[in-house]
């Protein structure tokens, strides 16, 4: 059974850093993707960042780059997501995503969450002015 956990969310002052972690399991295949979405109140959910551990191919969208860092640490079966200078518009719950098999940059790039098949529960990630 694949199941995703996320965590280190929290509440934290503009400018700050968090360190979101996704600690995957039963994976049956090196080949997959990993997607870190979120979702604020009253907005849809959106792609925050995505990577392939089939090809490397990564993506951030617009509003983070520059901000953000999406890595795996195969040895851990974890993927960090490193935000430095947060925003207050960064709020939101942030979740965890995984897609099973050879993942190129195609997809990747897209970082759409329907193209993503489990999902953990989300880690709340609050920015104060």
């Known amino acids: 059974e694949v199941q995703l956990v996320e965590s280190g969310g929290g509440l934290v002052q503009a400018g700050g850093s968090l360190r979101l972690s996704c600690a995957a399991s039963?994976?049956?295949?090196?080949?997959?993707?990993i997607g870190w979405f979120r979702q604020a109140p009253g907005e849809e959910r959106e792609g925050v960042s995505c990577?392939?551990?089939?090809?490397?191919?990564?993506y951030s969208a617009d509003s983070v780059k520059g901000r953000i860092t999406i890595s795996i640490n195969n040895a851990k079966n974890t993927v960090y997501l490193q935000m430095n200078s947060l925003k207050p518009e960064d709020t939101a719950v942030y979740y965890c995503?995984?897609?099973?098999?050879?993942?190129?940059?195609?997809?990747?790039?897209?970082?759409?969450?329907?193209?993503?098949?489990?999902w953990g529960q989300g880690t709340q990630v609050t920015v104060s002015s």
């Open positions: 990577i392939s551990n089939s090809d490397g191919s990564t």
């Open positions: 995503a995984a897609r099973l098999g050879f993942v190129g940059s195609t997809v990747v790039v897209g970082c759409r969450d329907y193209e993503y098949d489990y």
């Open positions: 039963g994976f049956t295949t090196d080949d997959y993707a």
